[in-house]
């Protein structure tokens, strides 16, 4: 039936029928799998009883190979079931949501040469009711893309083995509910204004969801990108690029699967809170979620001895100038190059040890350890000087295992053992010596290993360098490696510098700056290469990182390619770093395999909401509001903090009944906790969001600045904009990221004169109460 000559009518009636014709098989297959799990589930159950049902048969040798043949066997029938079990699960989830909303789109194409067109519907997932039948295709088929890509016409799609052409007839949209279809969109465009409306019309919830059914053009270049080393995604608020990368990860999965898995994918996120955001979007699309933390819990799982700053310390810190200077420094890619340097010349002299203990006392001294690390010839790279100085400290471990057996703190250990302790210790070794002098020595042997194991331990894991005492040498040597008047520090702003880091390194501290510096160096000295097993890091909010993390990454990254996204218009903690941020990007990667995709159109907020947030940046015209209508945003000018307050209670009650998730965000800790504890008193209820490990909840939170990033809400207070907390430029980019996490309905609240980075902003944008 040629669809597009027939009334609406029948164009309904048909693509209802053939829903109903898919939901049937889906629900038939459905059918199989659960069988299926259920056959599994038996033969499991089985098998263990025959395993627990094999006697053990170890009077002869014959008899004790018969037993573990037969082991082995119902091992691998145990593992075969499993396997069967656990794959036929994976598709009944799958089926499952397939039921429900099987596909969203349909598209009629006909391929060069070919006698008549194909219709391919696009779903979550493939589905096909007999071998190379499809009924649905997933997402991420190649052919898929063609959906996402053009419009009506020839249009070309990539697949392994090259570029496809098709000339593409019909392109239609679907919204089904419960089996039923509500909406179908004709259009020629990638995705329907129509068919996105109706997706970001709807309200914020404490997950975020998938975006397959309205994909972008310029999302799908970010998702289906192959060919580059470093993909660069510079997006405004609420262009779809931390959605759009999770896609690239379901879709990278999907391509490369057999060689691909999720463990070998890293997503460094802004904190916490923002993993609890994101990690249902890809179980939704049927793949396991991949490695998921912050920077600081991959520098944490390090070094757990040292205390690395939290996001809310490192937000005070970084408002003081001095500090601000240092860090400038020791963030930059020229520092990275000198800790390069640095490190390299530690093959000469100038590396610190520490002694190695044993019963409280001096085992190896440091000046030993110093004299085997440079016996070696010169050119030893430092990995093998570690390696050669390990070799020359366990052989003389060993040595001094026979003289320490002659002690008399062993002769007394041996003398004080119980039988149950022999008996421990023979395990089961023949008993047979041939006088007690033979057993002494056994015994005593035993005791002495075990005695000594700590100071083995101490060997194998590098505690006889002392990289507390190398890191603080390094900041020491500092200005003979970079000329410290180009970040504008004296001597002495620097020396008072590496004291208060000192200072902080005796109490187990360590700054956001100087945890990458002190991973790099340890990594440098013990000559470590990197994890190399990891093929893609994905970094989110890209501009809060600087140059010397983002190359460590690099290295301890060395076969992953990057996906880097973010907002250069939000950079909380880098400030005017993240301008050059991009100019340092292109030195450590191949220009020829960068690629740089701007996302400018705002999809989050109202065309209101967007229009003045913008206004609040002074480069703001290059983000474009998309055409979704609400109300203009509010500020309002109160008297005093009391009065402050009740303007939140009253717009508060206004939004609760027009939104789902209404967030308060405040500049630090302190102001969220004050208003918090007034509404408290005031009987109003909010949930007050104090760590980054605290769960989103649904209903009104307070959360801090710093804590909001990436997250979206249908409307947004923002708490006491004033011009002491917002006074200049420097908080340009915190006030536009916190005013743009607001999805329906913005209002800004000031205790006191307003701040004047409003003064940008045409009256008409906003209502001033």
Known sequence: MEVASVTEQSVREFEQKHLDHVISEIKTAKDKAEKKIQTARHDIRGINKQIDDIHLNTTTYSGMMDTAMSFRAQQQMLDERQNSWQHAADRLSTLKRLEKKPYFARIDFQEKGAAKPETVYIGLASFSDRPDHFLVYDWRAPISSVYYEGKLGEVSYETPVGTQKVNMTLKRQF??????????????????????????GTHSSTKMKSIVTTIQRTQNEIIRDTKDDLLFVQGAAGSGKTAAVLQRVAWLLYRYRGNLSSSQVVLFSPNQLFNDYIDQVLPELGEHNMVQMTYYQFANRRVPRLHVETLAQRFESSQDPAVKK????????????ATGRYAKHLGKANMRFRNLMFHGKIFISKEKIKEIYYSFNSNYNLGNRLDGTKEALIKYLNHRVSVEMRSKWAEEAVQNLSKEQIDDMMGNQPREFADDNQQFKFLARQIVMKALTPVKRAIDHNLWLNINAQFIHLLRATPKLVELGQFGITEAEWTNYVEQTKDQLRQGKISASGITIYLYLYDLMTGKKGQRDIRYVFID????????????????????????????????????????????????????????????????STKQITDFTKHLLTNGEAIEAFERQGDLPTVIEDSDYAQGVTSVIKTLKKYQQAHDAVAIIGKTLEDCEKLFTELKRQNVKTTLVRTENQRLVDGVIIVPSYLAKGLEFDAVIAWNVNANEYPDDSERQLLYTIASRAMHALTMISVGQVTPLIDGIPKDLYLLN
């Open 175 to 200: 919204q089904i509910e419960d089996g039923t279809i509500v909406t179908i969109f004709d259009t020629d465009e990638q995705v329907g204004d129509q068919m996105l409306l109706e997706a970001l």
């Open 326 to 337: 240092a860090v400038q420094l020791t963030t930059s890619l020229a520092y990275f190059k």
């Open 541 to 604: 909010e890209v501009q809060d990182y600087d140059a010397y993390q983002l190359a460590y990454l690099k290295f301890r990254f060395p076969h992953a390619r990057f996906t880097l996204l973010g907002d250069l218009n939000q950079a909380i903690f880098t400030h005017e770093n993240s301008r050059s941020l991009l100019r340092q990007l292109s030195t450590m990667f191949d220009s020829e395999k960068t690629k740089i995709v701007q996302l400018t159109k705002s999809y989050r």
